[in-house]
C-alpha cells in the first residue's frame, strides 16, 4: 500500500436526525481534518441542518428515520471519488479522512475501513471483521493496513460510522437499500459489493480512528439500552433471504444483549420479554418482504464544495484533576492560537480513564493514576504519576502521525 498523503478528491457524508448536541462535536472534530480536499455533505431533520452555518457545507434536508435512504440522499450530492461515513455520535481523529482516503491510490481498492473505539474514547468498540450471509461478523486479526478480498461468501465488514467507498462502485450496485431502513444496512452493501466486483479490494486501516458514543435515539435510550427491536429483526430476515443465509441466531444473540443490560441494572427484567416481542414482529415482517436490490438512477452530482479544514498543532498537557481549571485556561489559549490540545486529567485512584472531547475544542483523557487506559491494560497499572504521564504522552503523539 503507498504512504504519502492522498489528494483524492472525497466526499463525507454525516447524517444526523434528533441530536444537535452530538452533531456539534462531530462537525469540531471534522473540522481539524488533514486531509486536503474534501467536501462535507449534512443530511440532516430541519432544526440540526442549520447548525454552524460559517462552515462551507452541502446541506440536505432529510427528516425520516431510515439511515440507508438518508445515505443515498448523501451520496447523491457527492461530487469526490471516494465517499465516507461518519455517524453524528462519532468524532473523528483528525487524520481519519487522509488515512481511509489513502488506499484508493490502488485501483483495486473499492472500499475501506478503519477501527473504531467505544462511548469512552479508549476501548475498541469494532476492529476487523468478516461479514457472513447470515449477517453474523466474525473478527479477524489485522493490526497494520492491509487489503483483503471476499472469501468463502464472506466480505469484510465496513462499520457504517468508519467507512469509505469508492462511489463509482457504490453506484453501480445501487448504492445503499432503503430497505435497510437501520442495521445491516453497510453489511448489505458488502456484500452485493463483493457479488459484483469478486476481484474488490477492501482496506481494513487501524490508524483511521473514530470514537463512536451510543447515543440515544428512536429505539434506543441513553447508555445503548434497546426498547424496541423490530427495526433489527425486519433487516435481518431481509438480509438472510437475500443473501442465502440464516437468522436463527439473531434471537438468542439479542436475549443475551437484553439479559447483559438487565443484571446491570440498565433494563427492569420484567421489559426482556416484551422487547423480545418487538425482535419476532421484527422477523416476521421482514420474512413477508421481497425486495429487490436497488438501482441508481444516473444523475450527476453539484459541483464539489471544498471544505475548509483547520489542521492544528497537536499539544499535550498533562496535570492532577484539581488543576483542571488552570490546565483548561491554558487549553483555551491554545485552542485560539490555532493549537489541539488533549488534557490530561490524572486522580489518585485505579478509575479507567475516559477520552471525550470538550466544548472548548480540546481533548480530555481523565482517570487514575493507576487506573487502565488502552485496550489490554491491566486493572491496575504500577508507575509513579510522573511514568504515567511520560506513558500517555507516547499514546498521544503516536496518533498524531
Given amino acids: 500500500m503507498p504512504g504519502g498523503s492522498s489528494r483524492i478528491p472525497a466526499s463525507v457524508i454525516l447524517v444526523s436526525r434528533g441530536r444537535p448536541r452530538e452533531l456539534q462535536a462531530c462537525l469540531a472534530a471534522l473540522s481539524r481534518q488533514t486531509h486536503p480536499l474534501f467536501e ?230 420484567l421489559a426482556v420479554g416484551s422487547v423480545l416481542r418487538t425482535l419476532d414482529m421484527g422477523l416476521a415482517e421482514g420474512a413477508g418482504v421481497n425486495a429487490a436490490p436497488p438501482k441508481w438512477a444516473a444523475e450527476s452530482p453539484p459541483d464539489f464544495l471544498h471544505f475548509q479544514a483547520a489542521p492544528a498543532a497537536p499539544l499535550f498537557l498533562s496535570g492532577w484533576y484539581w488543576q483542571r481549571r488552570v490546565l483548561r485556561k491554558q487549553a483555551a489559549a491554545a485552542v485560539a492560537k490555532g493549537a489541539a490540545p488533549l488534557i490530561l486529567l490524572l486522580t489518585p485512584s485505579f478509575i479507567p480513564h475516559r477520552k471525550m472531547l470538550h466544548s472548548g475544542g480540546w481533548w480530555e483523557q481523565s482517570g487514575g493514576a493507576w487506573g487502565p487506559s488502552q485496550p489490554g491494560d491491566s486493572t491496575v497499572i504500577t508507575m509513579r504519576p510522573s511514568a504515567r504521564i511520560l506513558r500517555e504522552r507516547a499514546f498521544f503523539a503516536a496518533t498524531q502521525h
Avoid at 432544526?47 to 457545507?57: E, F, V, Y
Avoid at 468498540?125 to 461478523?137: F, L, M, P
Avoid at 459484483?196 to 441513553?222: C, S
Fill in 40 to 269: 462535507l455533505i449534512l443530511v440532516a431533520d430541519p432544526p440540526s441542518l442549520g447548525l454552524r452555518p460559517d462552515l462551507a457545507i452541502k446541506r440536505v434536508r432529510f427528516d425520516e428515520p431510515n439511515i440507508s435512504a438518508a445515505r443515498n440522499a448523501g451520496i447523491a450530492q457527492a461530487a469526490g471519488d471516494i465517499v465516507l461515513f461518519i455517524d453524528d455520535d462519532a468524532l473523528a481523529a483528525p487524520r481519519w479522512i487522509e488515512r481511509l482516503t489513502q488506499p484508493f491510490e490502488d485501483a483495486r481498492v473499492i472500499a475501506a475501513t478503519g477501527f473504531t473505539r467505544g462511548p469512552d474514547g479508549l476501548s475498541w468498540q469494532v476492529r476487523a471483521e468478516r461479514i457472513n450471509a447470515s449477517g453474523q461478523g466474525r473478527a479477524i486479526p489485522v493490526t497494520s493496513p492491509t487489503l483483503l478480498g471476499p472469501e468463502n461468501g464472506a466480505a469484510i465488514s465496513t462499520v457504517g460510522t468508519n467507512c469509505a467507498f469508492r462511489r463509482s462502485a457504490l453506484t453501480a450496485i445501487g448504492g445503499f437499500d432503503p430497505s435497510f431502513a437501520y442495521f445491516l444496512d453497510e453489511s448489505d452493501v458488502n456484500l452485493r459489493l463483493a457479488a459484483q466486483f469478486p476481484e474488490g479490494l477492501t482496506a481494513v486501516i487501524p490508524e483511521a480512528e473514530v470514537i463512536h458514543g451510543l447515543a440515544p435515539g428512536v429505539a434506543r435510550a441513553a447508555a445503548g439500552v434497546p426498547s424496541d427491536l423490530q427495526a433489527i429483526g425486519r433487516s435481518a430476515a431481509i438480509f438472510a433471504a437475500r443473501h442465502g443465509g440464516d437468522v436463527s441466531w439473531l434471537r438468542h444473540a439479542q436475549r443475551v444483549r437484553l439479559l447483559r443490560h438487565m443484571v446491570a441494572g440498565r433494563l427492569d427484567p
